[in-house]
């Protein structure tokens, strides 16, 4: 990542980065960023003096061909680490325990809370069943992080990205040890992640809205949908009303 990335990408986009100090030299931490862009997870990892693992699909990792190879490496030299969600509960049972494997080997975890990227700038409710289950199962402490502005860089659907200053801000590690074997207790779970919510809202200043990320998506395509048909409709009216007119014109003419 620092070699064949992280070098070129410091030097083009140039990002700030506040509170690198609380990142251990050594030892296993979890890091908990609010999740805004697809180069949220090149940007984190390029400012950190250690390696940084994230999860990612196993489909990134097995397409075939000349282009599935290249999209291999790069996300093999970006740290991410692929997941099989075949297994009967998905993604999220196999991102926990890759989560674990990883933070006992003593490394470096990284993990997005929303579960998906935010919509619209928000910052959005924390699902407790990765990040929270993570900490709990392995006593690490849990280092809140917030990207800045990596939304305006490449916004979704936008491959060409634009060259501009993006910030990154990292909070004081969150001690959960005493709550260490408790990740089976969901209020326990729900309370975890909201206190990290709640850093990662302080340091990033976005709003904060109560509902999950994939929620918000759903609210949004519909909505666009509902608009679309809308449109439609008052075009389809417009359309009806302008040949009635142009029958009725057609039969004052053939009358008089």
């Known amino acids: 990542m620092k070699v064949?990335?992280?070098?070129?990408?410091?030097?083009?986009?140039?990002?700030?980065?506040?509170?690198?100090?609380?990142?251990?030299a050594e030892g296993p931490a979890i890091l908990a960023s609010n999740h805004l862009s697809f180069s949220d997870s090149l940007f984190l990892p390029s400012v950190l003096p250690r390696k940084v693992t994230f999860i990612a699909k196993a489909e990134y990792f097995t397409t075939p061909g000349v282009k599935g190879r290249?999209?291999?490496?790069?996300f093999k030299g970006a740290g991410q680490l692929p997941v099989d969600?075949?297994?009967?509960?998905?993604?999220?049972?196999?991102?926990?325990?890759?989560?674990?494997?990883?933070?006992?080997?003593?490394?470096?975890?990284?993990?997005?809370?929303?579960?998906t990227r935010s919509p619209d700038g928000r910052l959005y409710r924390g699902k407790p069943g990765g990040l929270a289950r993570v900490?709990?199962?392995?006593?690490?402490?849990?280092?809140?992080?917030a990207m800045i502005d990596t939304e305006k860089i490449q916004p979704p659907g936008k491959v060409i990205p634009k060259l501009m200053r993006p910030g990154i801000r990292i909070g004081k590690p969150l001690d959960f040890s005493r709550y260490q074997g408790m990740d089976n207790d969901r209020f326990v779970l729900r309370a975890l992640t909201d206190q990290v919510m709640y850093e990662i809202m302080t340091l990033s200043g976005q709003e904060y809205v109560?509902?999950?990320?994939?929620?918000?998506k759903r609210q949004i395509a519909e909505a666009a949908k509902a608009e679309k048909q809308a449109q439609k409709q008052a075009e389809q009216a417009q359309k009806d009303a302008e040949k009635a007119a142009a029958e009725d014109a057609g039969k004052g003419s053939a009358n008089s």
Request: glycine share 14%; charged share 20%; aromatic share 8%.
């Open 210 to 216: 109560d509902i999950y990320a994939t929620a918000a």
């Open 4 to 24: 064949s990335i992280g070098g070129p990408l410091k030097l083009a986009f140039r990002p700030w980065v506040e509170g690198l100090e609380n990142i251990p």
């Open 85 to 115: 969600r075949s297994g009967s509960r998905g993604a999220g049972e196999a991102a926990v325990k890759s989560g674990i494997e990883v933070v006992e080997r003593g490394e470096l975890f990284g993990i997005y809370p929303e579960g």
């Open 135 to 145: 900490a709990l199962a392995t006593g690490a402490p849990v280092i809140p992080v």
């Open 70 to 74: 290249l999209k291999a490496a790069f």
